[in-house]
């Protein structure tokens, strides 16, 4: 017997039981986006392994050491994407989306990172992303913000999370905090973890968001970044406190919070639980004004966010939400023609519906033990007399209720007025 091929390790398939889930998230999500105005736009996976190197940094380590990258039969490198934004910022300018105009886009889908697999944190992961352009103040941050803030009451995650604040100022002020902080950990070098000592010399500003707890005692000492900020950042910052304190958002000043990505500037923020180990980011987002000008645009102020569907999944697992079932109406049937044409009249009259056809025969002892199964309300019997007759059985499923045989004329009707 040849040997089965498995998935690819940290590569999962996601599969029908999880899927309902991640529907009804995806759902959520969009219906939160669609209210605030934001239209969805759909990128490719692939794209040119320039475009990840010229806005994520070539000092990363994501473009050091974990992207799927490789030059294809033409001898171009590609690569499939490890995160949304810069391919966003790419189809944006290159279909004319950007200047001297605003846009609110979103999208979702795969990303793909050469990680060590573990819970949450998977080569193969799923954002929905949202980037927004041609607004440079601080009332669109807080939007992004609220916008969030809304998405965690509708998927019942409101007491799970919490927001974390900071502003990376502007490029001359994080140079000026670089020199002063790199100069501080310089003195106390021996005591940083490898990783922290690798970044001093290469992004010193990452040393910041260490877990390694030798590393973080000398971080409690280390020169503040608000300390350094200019009056354009600094008013910013303050603008979009003050109108997240109007809104009634709480969240937290964290002056270690930095982005893993060299375009942010500004507003930093992330959206953080306890509850899921040491995967505990969510959401996480910020302003880069300077990006679209790096990739050859004309300078365009911007600021999206992007959160991590494996986790959210994660989350909401522990507190399942009540989904839809499988099926709303199961039809078992002597009759395999009858049943489908029934169930196609069905679908016509209760569009929206979930109408399950019983397929491959059986008894009808067997078919109604599948129809409890699918979750069904009701199951639809068309036996024999009921062929006959004209009439159809309904047998409640979830609920109290003697069944009773109805006209096929007015089923759809009676079985709208009962469906929940």
């Known amino acids: 017997m040849s040997r089965k091929v498995t998935s690819i390790r940290g590569m999962n398939d996601i599969l029908p039981a999880q899927t309902r889930l991640w529907q009804w998230l995806e759902a959520r999500v969009a219906g939160v986006l669609q209210a605030y105005g934001y239209s969805e736009i759909r990128m490719p996976v692939l794209e040119r392994t320039e475009l990840f190197r010229r806005s994520i940094g070539e000092v990363t380590d ?76 601080p009332d669109i941050d807080a939007e992004l913000i609220i916008l969030t803030a809304r998405l965690w009451r509708e998927l019942g995650l409101a007491d799970q999370v919490t927001l974390e604040l900071n502003s990376l100022g502007l490029a001359e002020d994080r140079a000026r905090y670089r020199d002063a902080l790199v100069s501080y950990l310089s003195e106390h070098q021996d005591r940083l973890d490898e990783d922290s000592r690798r970044r001093l010399e290469r992004n010193p500003l990452r040393v910041l968001d260490s877990k390694d707890p030798g590393t973080r005692e000398v971080l409690a000492g280390a020169p503040q970044l608000a300390d350094y900020l200019g009056d354009e950042a600094r008013s910013h910052f303050e603008g979009l406190r003050a109108l997240l304190d109007a809104a009634g958002v709480k969240y937290v000043i964290n002056q270690r ?91 016509d009259t209760l569009p929206g519906r979930r109408v399950l056809c019983h397929c491959g025969g059986g008894s009808f002892k067997s078919q109604m033990k599948k129809a409890d199964r699918s979750g069904a309300w009701f199951a639809l019997i068309l036996g024999e007399d009921e062929l006959a007759s004209g009439l159809v059985t309904v047998k409640p499923l979830r609920q109290d209720g003697e069944q009773q045989q109805l006209p096929r004329a007015t089923l759809a009707t009676t079985l709208a007025a009962h469906l929940p």
């Not at 979702?108 to 041609?134: D, K, L, W």
């Not at 009540?322 to 199961?330: G, K, T, W």
Request: aromatic share 10%.
């Open 257 to 347: 919070l930095v982005r893993g990505l060299d375009y942010y500037g500004k507003t930093v923020f992330e959206w953080v639980t306890d509850a899921l180990g040491a995967q505990g980011t969510v959401c996480a987002g910020g302003r880069y004004d300077g990006l679209v000008e790096q990739l050859g645009g004309k300078a365009t102020p911007a600021v999206g966010f992007a959160m991590g569907v494996e986790r959210l999944i994660l989350l909401l697992e522990q507190r399942m939400p009540e989904l839809a079932p499988e099926a709303e109406l199961y039809i078992v049937s002597s009759d395999a023609g009858a049943a489908l044409a029934l169930a196609e009249t069905l679908r």
């Open 62 to 137: 994501i473009v050091e050491k974990e992207m799927y990258t490789f030059d294809d039969r033409g001898g171009d490198s590609v690569t499939l994407r490890p995160e949304g934004t810069a391919g966003c910022v790419r189809a944006a300018e290159e279909h004319g989306l950007l200047y001297n105009q605003t846009q609110r886009l979103w999208y979702r889908g795969p990303m793909f990172r050469y990680e060590r697999p573990q819970a949450g944190r998977y080569r193969q992961f799923h954002q929905i992303g949202v980037e927004t352009f041609g607004i440079a103040s």
